[in-house]
């Protein structure tokens, strides 16, 4: 079942994420287990978990009020292949009724599967990078 995580799930969905910990993101972009704890404990942002006893797999996003905005869907390797990408992200789109319009990442993963999304409506945004700024610690 899908449900909304608490932060008695931090340490599955830490594990889960940093299976994906990979080279697509600069360092300074990455989570660490303390900023998934932080979004947990402060409800900011949208983390629902697919839960089959154990935890296979999580959505982690944004509701940016019409906006919503995808960060990251993750499913566990060994569950991979049965659907619960597609739920989290059903689930996820139909997070807010204020919601005009759902961005989600870009991935290679993403892009990928670039024929399901269509299927599902999506379309391709047509960006494929960000511009960052980190804040600086001596602010
Ligand atoms: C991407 C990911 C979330 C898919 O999870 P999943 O539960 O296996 O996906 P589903 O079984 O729900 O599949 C949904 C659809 O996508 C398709 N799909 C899944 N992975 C695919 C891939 N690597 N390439 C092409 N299509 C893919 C499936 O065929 C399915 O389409 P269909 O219903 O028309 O057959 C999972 O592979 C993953 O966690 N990858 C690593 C994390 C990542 O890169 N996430 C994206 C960036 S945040």
């Known amino acids: 079942m899908i449900r909304k995580a608490s932060i008695g799930d931090l340490d599955s969905i830490w594990v889960i994420y940093a299976e994906r910990f990979d080279s697509y993101d600069s ?51 060994k569950y ?16 807010n009724d204020d919601w005009r319009i759902v961005e989600a990442c870009h991935y290679t993963e993403m892009k990928n599967m670039s024929s399901f999304f269509k299927s599902i409506g999506w379309r391709d945004g047509l960006v494929d990078t960000r511009w960052i700024y980190t804040i600086p610690n001596d602010k």
């Open 27 to 77: 360092d300074d972009i990455k989570y660490t287990l303390d900023d998934l704890r932080w979004y947990l404990e402060n409800d900011a942002a949208i983390m629902l978990v697919y839960d089959v006893g154990e935890i296979a797999g999580f959505v982690f996003g944004y509701n940016l009020g019409i906006w919503g905005y995808m960060e990251h869907i993750v499913v566990s390797a």
């Open 80 to 95: 991979r292949g049965n659907g619960y990408a597609r739920e989290l992200i059903e689930r996820f789109v139909n997070h």
